[in-house]
C-alpha cells in the first residue's frame, strides 16, 4: 500500500510509481500553460531519428573511477530512467519513456525546482524588479530576527547564506525532516509546536557562520528565494511562471506545484512536469530567452547563469571538481560550458552549448544524492555532445 501520512510513498521502490502520481498524496497549485495550441517541438525524419537513436544506444563510455565500458542503452536502466529526451540544434534526437511515465505523463522534478525559482528571480534581477544586493529583511521585514535577514539576496539565490540547517535525508533527525513537518499540508498532530508552513520556519532559522563565504546547498534558500519573489510581484511562484515560462514558451502540459498546508508553493522541489515542456525550457536557457521566434526573457539571464558562480567557494562535490552554482544552477565549467538544473534521485536537464544540445531525465533512483548517480551519467552525457557535434 502506497499511503500517506507516513511518506512511505517516496520510498524505494514505492518511489517507482509515486514520482508519477505526486498530487494525489498532496495538494497542488496548477501552473498553467494557457488555452493557446501548443508550440510543437521539431523532429527530423521517422528514418532519421531511429538511425540517431540507435548511434546513440550503442555509444560506450567509461564511468567515472570505473574502467569497464558500459553503453548508453546500458545506463538508462542502471541510473532507473523514467524519461529521457535529448535535443540537438533545436531537433528532438532521442525520446523514450520508461516506468511510470509516458508522453502524456507529469513527473517529480524535486529540485529542479530550484532552477525554475532561481530562473525567475534572475529574471526579476535583470529586468531590475528585484534587487539582488539589498538584505532580506529590506524587503520583507517580517524575516524578524532570522539568520536569512542578514542575508542578501544574491547569497540566497547562490546558496552562499550560512544558515543553520542539515539536509542530509538518511539521517531521521535531519532539519530537512523538520521542515517537511513544518511545511505538511496535513493537519498538525495535537501536541505540535513547532512552525506551520515554509514561510514561518524560515523566521526561526539559526545562523551558523559567515554568509558569502562559501556554498551550502540547503533547500531552505530556494523557499527564501520564492518568498522573495512573491512579495516583489504581488503573484505565487506558480502564477510567476505561467506568465513567464510555461505559456509564452508553448507548454504541451499544466505542470503542477505541491504547497504548504496555508497554500504557499515549495520553491525548493514541489513541481511535477512533462518531459517534453522541461526540454522547451532548456531549449530557451539554450537560446538565451528565445524560443519560437520569440524572447521570453533578456539574454543577460541566461548568460548570466551560464557563467556560473565563484567556484573558489564550491567544495565538496568531488563529481563535479571545478564546478560552481548560481541563481539555483549548477555550473561545470567544462570545455563545453555545460551547466544543469538537478535534482534528487536523478532528475536533470544538462545544457551544453558548445554541442548545441539540452538533454532531460527524469529517474527514481533509489538513493536521493547525486554522487551516486553522476558517475554513470556526466561522462554519458559528454560522451552524447561528442557523438552529436561529430554529426555537424
Not at 558500459?70 to 516506468?99: A, C, K, P, Q
Not at 557562520?209 to 506558480?238: C, P, Q
Amino acid at each position: 500500500m502506497i499511503a500517506q501520512p507516513d511518506s512511505n510513498f517516496f520510498s524505494f521502490p514505492k518511489l517507482r510509481w509515486s514520482v508519477c502520481h505526486l498530487r494525489e498524496f498532496l495538494p497542488t497549485e496548477q501552473i498553467s500553460r494557457g488555452i493557446c495550441a501548443p508550440a510543437q517541438l521539431a523532429y527530423p525524419s521517422h528514418a532519421e531519428f531511429a538511425d540517431l537513436a540507435r548511434g546513440i544506444d550503442a555509444l560506450t563510455f567509461l564511468p567515472i573511477g570505473n574502467d569497464k565500458p558500459m553503453t548508453w542503452e546500458e545506463s538508462l536502466y542502471v541510473n532507473y530512467t523514467d524519461g529521457i529526451l535529448i535535443l540537438h540544434e533545436g531537433e528532438v534526437v532521442f525520446e523514450r519513456y520508461f516506468g511510470c511515465l509516458d508522453e502524456a505523463g507529469q513527473h517529480a522534478a524535486m529540485s529542479m525546482t530550484k532552477s525554475v525559482t532561481g530562473l525567475l528571480g534572475e529574471i526579476l534581477v535583470v529586468e531590475g524588479t528585484l534587487d539582488d544586493t539589498k538584505l532580506v529583511r529590506d524587503i520583507i521585514p517580517e524575516i524578524g530576527e532570522s539568520a536569512f535577514a542578514t542575508a542578501t539576496v544574491r547569497q540566497v539565490m547562490d546558496m552562499t547564506t550560512d544558515v543553520k540547517y542539515s539536509e542530509n535525508y538518511s539521517d531521521p533527525n535531519a532539519d530537512i525532516w523538520l521542515y517537511s513537518r513544518a511545511a505538511s499540508p496535513l493537519p498538525k498532530p495535537a501536541n505540535y509546536i513547532g512552525p506551520d508552513g515554509y514561510w514561518e520556519y524560515l523566521e526561526q532559522v539559526q545562523p551558523e557562520g559567515e554568509h558569502g563565504a562559501e556554498f551550502h546547498y540547503k533547500t531552505i534558500n530556494s523557499d527564501m528565494l520564492g518568498w522573495l519573489i512573491s512579495r516583489v510581484t504581488g503573484k505565487a511562484v506558480t502564477e510567476l511562471a505561467s506568465e513567464r515560462l510555461w505559456r509564452p514558451m508553448g507548454a504541451e502540459q499544466d505542470a503542477y506545484q505541491t504547497v504548504d498546508g496555508k497554500g504557499v508553493p515549495f520553491a525548493g522541489g514541489g513541481i511535477s512536469a512533462g518531459l517534453r515542456d522541461l526540454g522547451r525550457l532548456g531549449l530557451l536557457m539554450l537560446n538565451e530567452g528565445e524560443i519560437n521566434g520569440r524572447r521570453l526573457f533578456p539574454a543577460e539571464v541566461a548568460q548570466k547563469v551560464r557563467a556560473g558562480g565563484d567556484p573558489a567557494k564550491f567544495k565538496g562535490f568531488s563529481t563535479i571538481p571545478n564546478g560552481s552554482y548560481t541563481s539555483q544552477w549548477w555550473v561545470f565549467h567544462n570545455d563545453n560550458g555545460a551547466y544543469a538544473a538537478r535534482g534528487v534521485h536523478g532528475q536533470t536537464i544538462y545544457v551544453d552549448p558548445a554541442a548545441q544540445m539540452v538533454l532531460v531525465r527524469f529517474a527514481s533512483f533509489p538513493q536521493a544524492q547525486n554522487g551516486f548517480i553522476d558517475p554513470t551519467s556526466l561522462p554519458a552525457y559528454q560522451t552524447v555532445a561528442d557523438f552529436l557535434m561529430s554529426q555537424d
